[in-house]
Nanobody, 121 residues
Framework: QVQLVESGGGLVQAGGSLRLSCAAS????????MAWFRQGSEKEREFVAA???????YYADSVKGRSTISRDNAKNTVYLQMNSLKPEDTAVYRC???????????????WGQGTQVTVSS
């Protein structure tokens, strides 16, 4: 069992930055692929970024060049640094963990509750 808790969301002006964190419980964090997804109001959930257990990274075209996903296995935490934020980035951001699938097609065995990101214009 892995529990995920996101933090770092908030209200930011367009062009600003935020760093989201996802803290995981359990001693097997390093063996999980991790990802961030987001869901805006009245929108479907969409993939944002992922990082494999070995450190390979994957990004959605919509955030590529503006966002960086990273992980600290010693702290059981995955991060999403988002820069040059746009109003269309407004969404609830959730992290997911999966032992086998990674990237935009990650199924996500475990999910966090999410953290709200609101970007004002």
């Amino acid at each position: 069992q892995v529990q995920l808790v996101e933090s770092g969301g908030g209200l930011v002006q367009a062009g600003g930055s935020l760093r989201l964190s996802c803290a995981a419980s359990g001693r097997t964090f390093s063996s999980y692929h991790m990802a961030w997804f987001r869901q805006g109001s009245e929108k479907e959930r969409e993939f944002v970024a992922a990082i494999s257990w070995s450190g390979s990274t994957y990004y959605a075209d919509s955030v590529k060049g503006r966002s960086t996903i990273s992980r600290d296995n010693a702290k059981n935490t995955v991060y999403l640094q988002m820069n040059s934020l746009k109003p269309e980035d407004t969404a609830v951001y959730r992290c997911a963990a999966d032992p086998t699938s990674v990237g935009s097609g990650m199924r996500g065995r475990y999910w966090g509750q999410g953290t709200q990101v609101t970007v004002s214009s």
